[in-house]
């Protein structure tokens, strides 16, 4: 009847999204080793939605001692409340059976825990403390010169309603509203996760000591996540995550007219030995369907042979769902799910129906993390509800990590779900500016993801990077303050999700990323024109845009006339190879790793050159591709190089992601801000040698820029 342990995974959880119980208890006195639990309060909160009887617990507990007056007349519970309620191990079991494997929160949480502690020893039962945070700690975190650290005096300062006071239910309530009105303010100074809350609590080292002096249980090193690593992770099966609708696809699809009858689809599906015959117009439809041998068999049930002359149409399914053919296989399975069906169209990047994908193709494989991923982010009505799914995306990560699964693949995913998550968040917007009378889009719009989500190589120390392109009004209507308003709704709401604004700026919420055609081809031709250290930075990140929702074409449009004009500039190719070479080697002498406080910038001086050097490549040869590893690799096709040094800076560029990645998950669950710095102190022998070679690989860059490297 100990507290279940909570999943190691929940380091990098954002608070927003934990699964928390807010804990009080009531007792007969301060002593945490003499006095007795008289009741039990808990609250599950569950954000945007009101408490329900199912998401509270309450529990007197008789506790075998009178208890004192003075107690009486704070919480009001005598002792004839108690008499004939439970004892402390069966109120203990019926608590944690309803609480489960969640994070316990509380207001001065260390008193509630050691004296629970000491319930458990006095009645012989065996302990784990809880994983926890305290919402005191917290606010002493944000507000360290507040008058006094009652719980009044927080919620006077928080803006929260206090009702229901010094009953453990009421308490437990009250410490919910104010830790759900905390987690803005820690957003705001860069605590985002559990872990880092629980690193920010831990800095309280003055307050910790008095607390522990009193008798209370501060932070158990065992149970906030500063002992865990990447293995702690539970193994998933990564096959859903490596592999592509096109690579488990039946191609060509297999046709018919809606119009032919139910004898030649059967006759055709037994001579192809297939469950499904794609059904094309013929005048009853506009769009593809589906016919499966389910569809038959339940036709042939309900009308009998005289079916079997009648047109396949009849009884198909239309229009038939798709999907991309470059999307994973754990994408196919969540649409399957969501939608309840057991066949998908798998389309290429113009929209032909290029094959199809059934159930049985993916009979043998499990994705029970990724269903929750897609569905998630693509049925979530809130960013309360985008923050609950956006959270599994680490957990993901790490198993895929342990799997040892290419750090590229892995990037390739976070990328998908970033502009999926971008995606929902305009719709959620959309919506909510039609809500507020401000109507729909005025014109056709594009949102754009920008830089590594756009070219595929996000890792968990994403920002905001996007933009908006809209159609031109041939009346001149101004129609910026619409998008504007669209562009702010869409930042707030990926912020607090957890991927933060942009430093730089560089997101639709700006004026400089917000624009008509007209426009962008305007501020392209500038870019290209002048190219300032600015204007190449800002092209830089353009180039790798990808439509993410409204209208493709748009984006596509304004795209390709840049990659053109870029193509045809060579002054400004020159610049922009100039820029690529320019990095600092972190190889030192005697071939020692240069760090900076113990860690040295892996995307700066090791990435970055090779993902810049990549697009200048693509640009002057005119390869419109996004990734940096295709962009290579056509380079390579193309001769571009001698010996293997393409070949070289494509494994260089995987070992470096790899690296940071580790990196980023180790300091995730230590609770420490995630950057692209790693600390070769951190690695194995091998793997500094690993990344040594890699990093010596990084002056190549030269060979394809045909320009000196600086630095």
Request: hydrophobic share 40%; net charge negative.
């Amino acid at each position: 009847m100990t507290f279940p342990r909570a999943p190691d995974r929940l380091s990098g959880t954002l608070l927003a999204a934990l699964p928390v119980v807010v804990l009080d208890t009531e007792t007969t006195g301060l002593d945490t080793v003499k006095d007795r639990v008289i009741e039990i309060g808990a609250y599950r909160p569950t954000p945007g939605k009101s408490a329900t009887e199912d998401d509270v617990f309450a529990a007197l507990v008789d506790p075998g001692i009178a208890i004192p007056e003075a107690s009486t007349r704070i919480h009001g519970i005598t002792d004839k409340d108690t008499a004939g309620e439970l004892g402390f191990g069966d109120a203990m079991r019926a608590f944690t059976d309803w609480a489960g494997p969640s994070i316990i929160v509380g207001y001065s949480i260390g008193f509630d825990i050691a004296i629970l502690k000491a319930e458990h020893d006095r009645h012989g039962l065996p302990w784990r403390a809880p994983r926890s945070l305290d919402v005191r700690h917290l606010v002493q975190v944000l507000a360290p010169n507040l008058p006094n650290p009652s719980i009044e005096t927080t919620a006077e300062w928080l803006g929260v309603d206090v009702t229901n006071r010094h009953r453990a239910l009421g308490d437990a309530m009250v410490t919910a509203r104010l830790f759900h009105a905390l987690i803005p303010k820690l957003r705001d100074h860069g605590i985002l996760t559990l872990a880092q809350a629980e690193r920010a609590c831990r800095s309280l080292g003055n307050r910790l000591d008095a607390e522990a002096q009193a008798g209370w249980l501060g932070p158990d090193p065992e149970t906030d996540g500063r002992s865990r690593s990447i293995a702690d992770f539970a193994r998933i099966d990564s096959f859903p995550y490596r592999h592509t609708a096109g690579d488990l696809m039946r191609s060509p699809p297999i046709a018919l007219p809606e119009s032919a009858d139910l004898t030649t689809a059967l006759s055709l599906m037994v001579e192809r030995g297939i469950s499904s015959v794609i059904l094309t117009p013929a005048g009853r439809h506009d769009t593809n369907g589906i016919v499966t041998e389910r569809d038959v068999l339940k036709a042939l049930h309900g009308s009998g042979p005289s079916l079997l002359d009648r047109q396949i149409g009849e009884i198909g399914t239309f229009p038939l769902a798709a999907i991309h053919q470059g999307e994973f296989v754990y994408r196919a399975m969540a649409r399957m799910n969501a939608g309840g069906f057991r066949h998908l169209g798998v389309e290429a990047s113009d929209g032909t129906l290029v094959g199809v994908l059934s159930v049985r193709d993916l009979l043998q494989q499990r994705a029970d993390e990724a269903i929750s991923l897609d569905d998630g982010i693509e049925s979530a009505d809130t960013p309360d509800d985008l923050a609950q799914v956006w959270s599994k995306l680490t957990a993901v990560a790490a198993a895929l990590v342990y799997e040892d699964v290419d750090a590229r693949s892995i990037a390739t995913l976070i990328s998908r779900e970033l502009r999926a998550l971008t995606q929902r968040a305009c719709e959620i917007a959309e919506a909510e500016l039609r809500k507020s009378g401000h109507g729909g889009p005025p014109v056709p719009y594009a949102m754009m993801v920008l830089g590594s989500g756009g070219r595929g190589e996000s890792l968990l120390a994403m920002d905001q990077d996007n933009a908006v392109v809209y159609a031109d009004d041939p009346n001149d209507r101004p129609h910026d303050e619409w998008f504007e308003s669209l562009g702010k709704r869409v930042a707030d709401i990926l912020n607090d999700v957890g991927v933060v604004y942009c430093k730089g700026g560089v997101m639709a919420m700006n004026a400089a990323w917000r624009k008509d055609v007209a426009g962008w081809r305007a501020t392209i031709g500038s870019w290209i024109g002048k190219s300032r250290p600015e204007d190449l930075l800002n092209c830089d990140i353009f180039f790798d845009a990808l439509p993410v929702h409204g209208n493709s074409a748009l984006s596509e449009a304004v795209r390709k006339d840049a990659l053109s004009a870029a193509r045809s500039a060579r002054p400004f190719q020159r610049f922009l190879a100039l820029n690529a070479g320019r990095f600092n080697s972190q190889i030192g002498w005697f071939g020692r790793l240069k760090t900076e406080d113990g860690r040295i910038d892996l995307k700066l001086n090791g990435i970055l050159p090779i993902i810049s050097t990549a697009r200048v490549v693509a640009l002057q040869h005119g390869l419109d591709l996004r990734g940096t590893p295709e962009r290579l690799s056509a380079a390579r096709d193309l001769g571009l190089a001698k010996d293997r040094t393409i070949d070289n800076l494509i494994e260089a560029h995987g070992i470096l992601l790899n690296r940071i990645l580790r990196q980023q998950l180790r300091d995730l669950d230590q609770g420490v801000a995630l950057s692209n710095r790693v600390t070769p102190g951190d690695l194995s022998g091998i793997e500094r040698q690993e990344l040594k070679w890699a990093l010596e690989q990084v002056p190549r860059v030269a060979d394809l820029l045909g320009t000196p490297v600086v630095g």
